[in-house]
């Protein structure tokens, strides 16, 4: 099936010779497929796709398949430049934006598409966007704006089972959404590298009252790849300006990010009550932060208040579990007092 | 008659061979504990076995149905492992932890009874892993030893 009120943008760098045709072979294998592509070639070399034979055969697939697509010259200021392009350029009632590294599972846009349609005020909706390599399902993942900085968000989560989510803001570069929500654009501000741009695209649609949801029945795969895209800058530099930015927004919308403390703890039954028998210590501490535990043993924790827990594994996402391991800080300083008080040393002080 | 509550096994190694926390003389020690008329209740895993005369073995009790048991008994003994560790932080009654090579006044507390043979056996690397330290039948106190403790402690309470 074709619709002509949905048109896919992607912008792209230093993709040609590997994710990129993968990019537009998942477009044509659509169930729902777009009428309209517009790709953004951002590179700084320009390459004439209708001259590699991958491409041909890519390109006269897609029109078969009832897309007609079109390249256009990026801006090669970043790709926000382009998704602000993107905005004038499109004219139908929905935009998909695509990133030039996801491979689309064959009914991303037809979930997406039947799902913003059956609510008005519906913004954007975003799919799983997963790394094949690791399998994740994270409880601490959250696409609140409050917990931006913890760095795990639950469109990298597979949690196997089908929902739509209602959230703050939309992470990664793939999602459909209704132009009309897009209408304050882009932060052309924002460095090359576009550092947080879905999120505070996405998060001023939230703000003027639109919805936001995530669906976790529609994935993405993410071919992480090393080279080109935002990566090719390697300029930390760039990142940090963006983050500086991003810092002024939070101001802006009054936002206080969550402080989370996370303690893995890789040990014993005993070890967990040694632990416990601090707690009070460091709740003390870290007074206004959320207190996680990753604990082995969970039913040591049973009836303690205002902590969290989660699975060993899941704390070890975000804290180096070595650097939280007692036994390697004791020995590191030939400890001779108790374990209760290494921990409590090693936490509070 | 009163109840005594024993862990006898630290948790098991990854490389298979016995816990060098694992006191040796626990048969001989259940023995002088019958003679004395005490009834003898043994906590466990699964995999752990149930030591000749225990009157009751208990395996996979939850660690709430664990705390309840204690405080059913007169007292407890254990290696030293997570009962320890329990008792202390729901200031449970005292009892009986019998070291070997790893170091009480680091893993123990001072409100039990910690029953190290002698200095000389602790380990020079106390927080390395178990599995790369030998079994040390030597390093343990006997069971008449602990039995004495025992009798006194019962007889204090």
Known sequence: MITDKVTATVSTKGRYHNTFPLVLTSLANQTLRPSRLIIYDDNDTLEDIRENEIYRNVLFLLNRRGINWEVTVGERKGQIHNHQRALTDVKSEFIWRLDDDNIMEPDTLEKLYNYIITDPKIAAVGPLILDPKSEINNKLASNKIEDIFMGMNIQWCDPKVESFIEVDHLQGSTFLFRKEAGAHGYDLNLSKVGHREETIFTYEMRRAGWKLVVMTGVKTWHMRFGAGGIRSDQQVKMFERDESIFYDYLKKWGIKPSNVKIFPLNSGIGDHYAFRSILPAIKEKWKGCRIVIGACYPAVFEGEENIEIVSLSDATSFVNEEECNVYRWMDQRNWKKSLSEALKTMYTS | ?157
Not at chain 2, 66 to 84: G, M, N, P, R, Y
Request: hydrophobic share 40%; glycine share 4%.
């Open chain 2, 1 to 157: 008659m009163k109840k005594v509550l024993i862990s006898p096994f630290a948790q098991l190694l990854r490389n298979g061979k016995e816990n060098p926390k694992n006191f040796p003389y626990w048969e001989d020690l259940i023995g002088l504990m019958k003679q004395a008329g005490i009834t003898v209740i043994q906590i466990g895993s699964t995999k752990d076995k149930q030591l000749p005369g225990v009157d009751v073995f208990k395996q996979n009790l939850r660690l709430s149905e664990i705390k309840d048991l204690v405080t059913e008994c007169d007292t407890w003994i254990s290696v030293d492992s997570f009962l320890q560790h329990l008792c202390a932080y729901h200031k449970l009654q005292r009892g009986i932890v019998i070291f070997s090579q790893s170091d009480p006044k680091i893993f123990g507390y001072t409100r039990n009874i910690n029953m190290l043979k002698d200095k000389r056996y602790l380990r020079d690397k106390q927080f390395w892993l178990w599995e790369q330290c030998d079994y040390n039948k030597d390093a343990f106190v006997s069971a008449q030893e602990v039995m004495d403790t025992l009798s006194k402690l019962l007889s204090d309470k």
